[in-house]
């Protein structure tokens, strides 16, 4: 296991909700990450988040912890949950609250 | 680099021979995209495992030359019929 990784996975472990992602929620650095940030403020949990422009080795390894090649990246509870794509379809269909403990809007 | 909508669905449907691959240019710049990819092979599929089918058929790409690259995967309704 790399560094990377093995730090990754302690950051996943550690916060129930956490979004990897291109700049901070107050300024994200990217439209998709944007769209993410947006989805979690929406869900109304709390959540951390980890800058990967911040960190070169989180950034490339994050992409391979979970075989996914973009950022953003969400985890709960340990577990990839997906890119923001996927955070919306999740969202519209009412999963992602679900999975997030989320009181239904 | 960017990459031609109609490269993308080639290798979709290269990969994924039954898919219904449809493409929308988002930006106008031949860099940012949308995909609808629909197929039968999907069924029962996570959509984490539906997307990775399609990004692997990308060949690496998705994150470099394909920038951006909006996703949605479904499998067939089979309300036509």
Not at chain 2, 3 to 19: K, T, V
Request: include cysteine.
């Amino acid at each position: 296991m790399s560094d990377a990784e093995g730090r990754i996975g302690e950051i996943v472990k550690a916060n129930e909700v956490v979004l990897f992602m291109k700049g901070t929620p107050l300024f994200p650095q990217c439209g998709f990450s944007s769209r993410a940030i947006t989805i979690l403020e929406h869900l109304g949990v709390p959540f951390e988040s980890v800058d990967v422009l911040q960190d070169p080795e989180i950034r490339q390894g994050i992409k391979e912890y979970s075989d996914w090649p973009t950022i953003p990246q969400l985890y709960v509870k340990g577990e990839f949950v997906g890119g923001s794509d996927i955070m919306m379809e999740m969202f519209k269909s009412g999963e992602l609250q679900q999975l997030v403990g989320a009181e239904a809007s | 680099m960017p990459m031609a909508a109609s490269e993308i669905e080639r290798l979709i449907r290269e990969a994924i021979p039954d898919a219904e691959v449809t493409i929308r240019d988002l930006a106008g710049d031949g860099d940012h995209y949308a995909a609808k990819v629909v197929s039968a092979t999907f069924a029962g599929m996570p959509r984490v495992k539906q997307h990775q089918r399609v990004y692997a058929a990308l060949g690496g790409r998705m994150g470099g030359e394909l920038h951006a690259l909006q996703l949605e995967t479904a499998e067939p309704t089979g309300d036509e019929t």
